[in-house]
């Protein structure tokens, strides 16, 4: 069956290190997206990207970064983590903008 | 104003309940909407996609629109144990969705008690 994948899982590491979180989706979608997951502020959309080459800024992209080499894989890179970034981080991925989005099982990152 | 809201909860029911899940939301400019399920450490799984006015069935769930008022509703009908979850909705940025991005409720967490 075709799915979407996150690793790792889990993540704990120091504030000002360079983190990358993979998003992987076997069906062929064109539009993929981030989104993090804080309590009182629900999904929030970082990154998103509609094809190869393609990225974009969402509404909380600041300290973040996308690249889009293939279909399927979209990840995300915090160039030098800080604390307010402990969060938990979801993948999407949907086959076209008017089709509902399939999401991963998260990531969730600490920063200590 | 956030743009689409929900009562976070949470809310406990017995078993067998009828459960009513509300979303309100301030620009009525958009098309669909929709309901995604979010168990503990789990990503969202979408449950209902639903289209203008109206309403729309599916088992025991049920999704009502209504655009005059700008309210959402999901409906769970003989609730269980299992319906225990935190309940998403969300609807697109764009009246004609061409955009692809949502906007997302907080989401309500429920609890169905044996």
């Known amino acids: 069956d075709a799915e979407i994948t996150q690793s790792p899982r889990h993540k704990i590491t120091e504030t000002g290190r360079q983190v990358t979180l993979a998003c992987h989706q076997t069906?062929?979608?064109?539009?993929m997206f981030w989104y993090r997951q804080d309590l009182g502020h629900g999904l929030r959309l970082i990154h998103y990207s509609y094809g190869v080459q393609d990225t974009n800024k969402g509404e909380v992209s600041d300290g973040y970064s996308v690249s889009r080499s293939n279909t399927e894989d979209l990840p995300l890179t915090l160039e030098s983590a800080a604390s307010s970034q402990t969060s938990v981080y979801f993948c999407?991925?949907?086959?076209?903008?008017?089709?509902?989005?399939?999401f991963g099982d998260g990531t969730r990152l600490s920063i200590l | 104003q956030k743009e689409v809201e929900q009562d976070p909860g949470p809310l406990s029911v017995p078993e067998g309940a009828i459960v009513s899940l509300n979303c309100t939301y301030s620009?009525?400019?958009?098309?669909?909407f929709m309901w995604y399920r979010q168990y503990s450490r789990k990503g969202p799984e979408l449950l209902m996609y639903?289209?203008?006015?109206g309403n729309k069935e599916d088992g025991r769930f049920t999704a009502q629109v209504d655009k005059s008022s700008k309210y959402i509703s999901l409906f769970i009908r003989d609730s269980q144990p299992s319906d225990s979850a935190t309940y998403l909705c969300a609807r697109p940025t764009h009246g004609s969705g061409n955009t692809g991005k949502l906007i997302f409720g907080q989401g309500t967490t429920l609890q169905v008690k044996p």
């Open positions: 999407a991925s949907s086959e076209s903008s008017n089709q509902p989005q399939h």
């Open positions: 069906w062929n979608h064109n539009n």
């Open positions: 620009n009525s400019a958009f098309q669909y």
């Open positions: 639903t289209y203008s006015s």
